[in-house]
């Protein structure tokens, strides 16, 4: 029972296969507010395609965040994404949604490659216009050992989980409450992390197209590692602008040019593809988000090769910061890693987002 109608905060929780991130926001009057965020790295190995390998490393590394910025809220969001991971968008003939929750299994069934009694699904109808004999619905599918996985660790760390949503719409959520959405406009969506690609194109702030593509910032350090002959360590502090001994900056630069042509190549097939499947023919901006979206000049080797205008999304343009917790010009150089976070933890129970 909440006795003083105080809403309970929810903190949202990116466990993504570099590292973890912790958001916390207080929805204030004036609009929200982040009141506390952390990052903690995991090492390699630990997830690998979405599945977690090691469960004590994660469970560590969220229990040590949590203590080191003193975050007491124990309600949390996470995310997930991948392969395991099955969006899709279904016509149906027109019903209510009790009807269709009664159906949906069955309806679902077809459009989902694994057996439908492993999937958790879920729906959201999208448009249901009076009258109209047909119906939009998106389906989310996500294999049930998956969130068995990700919930076990968290109740191991002391969370208890109580939001499951998917990285791409995380994304949307914290657009949508950042960024003036406009109907006519469509955007991409694009978070560029360690070994995943996630992208979602909304248009008119509904999401129409999400695609998680296996491609990431690790690629590019894997090539440095080989063709410097560093360890993975160094080869990471290599790629993030930093120096070791005995290897020349201009030729690490000219390896990470390379080797990101590869990202590029990766969101433009998958706007390619969005673009032909659509009859709507355009995207209009694009903004980039996750750890490689600082990979040097990506932002605009993107643009260059789509022709679409290109920036670094900003998950806190409209979100007031504690200025007497929080150092802002730290907050800015971690803003990129917080953006699934921060569209976590705007979720709340039972919400429909
Ligand atoms: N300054 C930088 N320049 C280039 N790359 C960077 C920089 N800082 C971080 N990265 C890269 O960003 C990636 C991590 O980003 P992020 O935290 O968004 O990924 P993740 O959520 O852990 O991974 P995923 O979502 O793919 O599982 C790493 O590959 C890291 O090397
Ligand atoms: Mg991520």
Partial sequence: MDLFGKKKNVIGVD??????????????????ELVNYGIAPIPSEVIVDGAIMDSFAIVEAIKNLLAEKKIKTKDAAISVSGHSVIIKKITLPA??????????????????????????????????????????????AVKKDMINDYTAVMS???????????????????????????????????????????????????STLTRDVSAGGRQITNEIQKQV????????????????????????????????????????????????????????????????????GIAGAISERTGIPTEVGNPFMKIGINQKRLDAENLKENAVFLCVGVGLAIRRPGDKK
């Fill in 15 to 32: 466990i993504g296969s570099s590292s973890i991130k912790v958001v916390e926001l207080k929805d204030t009057k004036k609009g929200y």
């Fill in 229 to 296: 002959g560093v360890s993975f360590e160094d080869a990471e502090i290599l790629k993030c602008g930093g120096e070791v001994s005995g290897v020349d900056p201009k030729n690490v630069e000219e390896i990470v040019k390379t080797a990101s042509i590869a990202l590029v190549t990766e969101v433009q097939r998958s706007f390619d593809f969005y673009l032909s499947a659509t009859q709507e023919g355009r995207i209009d901006k694009v903004y980039l988000s996750g750890g490689s979206s600082k990979i040097k």
């Fill in 95 to 140: 019903m209510t949604e009790e009807e269709l929750e009664e159906s949906i299994q069955w309806e679902a069934e077809q459009y989902i490659p694994f057996p439908i009694g492993d999937v958790n699904m879920d729906f959201h109808i999208l448009e249901m216009a009076t009258g109209q004999p047909q119906m939009d619905v998106l389906i989310v």
């Fill in 156 to 206: 191991e760390a002391g969370l208890n989980t109580v939001v499951v949503d998917v990285d791409s719409f995380a994304l949307e959520n914290m657009y949508c409450i950042n960024y003036d959405v406009t109907p006519e406009e469509t955007v991409a969506l694009v978070n560029i992390g360690a070994n995943g690609i996630n992208i979602n194109i909304l248009k008119g702030g509904t």
